[in-house]
């Protein structure tokens, strides 16, 4: 299967990106123009490509990277929908990902440049570089503008549980309301009222086998 690579500059029209795309795909067979919308609209009519990788910098900053098994990419007035996907987040300084979001779906707006995870059967998860603090919850915002000297932040205004490594290799559960983080996730700030410690030890597998998959029952 061949993969589509794509580097793309913050403000970038979303026009301009799928004229790229359309461009970087002559001859691949993974390209699929899905034609539903009536005529003279064909501004609507998405190209769907599988296996993309998508480059996004800050200056001579790389920001971070997206790789989705499935894209659907629009000319005009409509965002950028992702499929099992993950998206690695580079520091200011370094060439590692600081941490790492994985997610079922996503949607890019290159109008704002902001970018949503949304869960779908399961939580979404970011895990920190050094696995010391992962987090849990049914969707995501990045903002590459937003946050302390405006070099990105994470936030969601739904219920979240984070993970917090204890040196015997366990982790202390949080749960709260809202919260934002820069990309390293070197701080969590909650939204809305307290955190709540749960259990002190947790085991990771166990925790994600019974609270990762969505369930009206089981919610963040």
Do not use: W
């Not at 920001?63 to 894209?71: F, G, L, N």
């Not at 903002?143 to 015997?168: C, H, Q, R, V």
């Amino acid at each position: 299967m061949r993969s589509l690579f794509l580097t793309t500059r913050r403000r970038l029209a979303a026009t301009s990106l799928v004229v790229a795309l359309a461009g970087s795909l002559v001859g691949c067979n993974d390209l699929e123009v899905i034609s539903n919308s009536a005529p003279g609209t064909s501004d609507e009519i998405p190209i769907r490509v599988s296996g993309m990788t998508l480059n996004t910098y800050q200056g001579a900053r790389l920001d971070h990277v997206i790789r989705a098994e499935e894209a659907s990419l629009f000319q005009r007035g409509r965002d950028t929908e992702l499929t099992g996907l993950s998206m690695d987040f580079y520091p200011p300084e370094g060439d590692e990902p600081a941490s790492t979001l994985e997610a079922e779906r996503g949607v890019i707006n290159f109008e704002t440049d902001t970018f949503v995870a949304l869960a779908q059967t399961e939580h979404i998860r970011i895990t920190r570089a050094d696995e010391g603090i992962l987090l849990y919850t049914r969707d995501f915002i990045y903002d590459p503008s937003a946050g302390p000297g405006g070099e990105g932040e994470l936030y969601t205004e739904n219920p979240f549980i984070m993970l917090k490594a204890n040196p015997d290799g366990t982790y202390q559960e949080v749960r709260g309301n809202g919260m934002r983080s820069d990309r390293q996730l070197s701080y969590v700030a909650i939204e809305r009222g307290n955190r709540t410690l749960g259990r002190p030890h947790v085991d990771v597998e166990e925790f994600e086998r019974i609270n990762r998959p969505l369930s009206q029952e089981a919610t963040p």
